[in-house]
């Protein structure tokens, strides 16, 4: 795994991310960490739009419960970060991310 985004919790606007990975192989995923108060939102497209991102039929969510949220499949996604929030974004080695927006 190396780091791949970050923010430091100083941002006072939400922000979005939106990205393709192509490698939804076990030995491909991406990790978000974050010790925070918000929840922050994983939303897969699916043809039409965005939904959640869900695994066994229960969304995947970065929540202060968990502190992480792990995306082990292909697609497009997208990470609504809200303002305040510190978080960092870590890519298996095995996985091809290409970001679509969001990222600077």
Do not use: C
């Not at 076990?26 to 922050?40: I, P």
């Not at 897969?44 to 969304?59: C, D, L, P, Q």
């Not at 996604?77 to 303002?83: D, N």
């Amino acid at each position: 795994m190396s780091l791949y985004y970050k923010l430091d919790g100083t941002q006072d606007a939400e922000t979005t991310l939106e990205f393709l990975v192509r490698d939804g192989s076990s030995g491909g995923k991406v990790s978000l960490f974050s010790n925070l108060v918000n929840t922050v939102n994983i939303q897969v497209f699916n043809g039409i739009g965005y939904t959640a991102y869900t695994v066994a039929t229960e969304a995947t969510v970065l929540d202060s419960e968990t502190n992480v949220a792990v995306i082990q499949a292909a697609g497009n996604f997208r990470v609504v970060i809200p303002a305040s929030t510190p978080i960092a974004m870590y890519v298996s080695i095995h996985t091809n991310l290409k970001p679509i927006s969001g990222f600077s």
